[in-house]
C-alpha cells in the first residue's frame, strides 16, 4: 500500500537496491493504515517545536529491510519545505 504513494522518484528506482525510502502519507490515510498506533497531532519538526501547527502528513523513512528507521509528522507548510529541498537536491 506504501508503494502506490511514494513520490514519482521512487518508481523509477528498483525498489530492492538496498537504499531506504522517504514515505509520506496524509495523516488520515496513515491513520486507517494502523488505527492502534497513536499519530501526533502538532508538527513535529525543529521549526515548530513549541508551536502548536496541526500535523497533516505523516513520513516515515524505511530502510532495505522494510522495517521504518523514523518516524514524524508535520504540518502542511513544513511538507512543502521537505518537498522542495528533496526537489533542489535530486535534480
Not at 488505527?35 to 530502510?63: D, I, M, S, W
Not at 508535520?74 to 521537505?82: F, Y
Request: charged content about 25%; glycine content about 4%; proline content about 4%.
Amino acid at each position: 500500500m506504501f508503494i502506490k504513494n511514494c513520490d514519482r522518484t521512487v518508481h523509477d528506482k528498483h525498489l530492492e537496491d538496498g537504499q531506504p525510502r522517504w514515505i509520506r502519507l496524509p495523516i488520515a490515510e496513515a491513520r486507517l493504515l494502523n488505527a492502534l498506533v497513536e499519530l501526533p497531532a502538532y508538527c513535529e519538526t525543529l521549526r515548530h517545536q513549541g508551536k502548536r501547527r496541526t500535523a497533516t502528513t505523516f513520513h516515515a523513512v524505511v530502510n532495505a529491510r522494510g522495517q521504518p528507521d523514523r518516524l514524524w509528522v508535520a504540518c502542511s507548510e513544513c511538507t512543502n519545505l521537505m518537498m522542495d529541498d528533496l526537489e533542489t537536491t535530486v535534480a
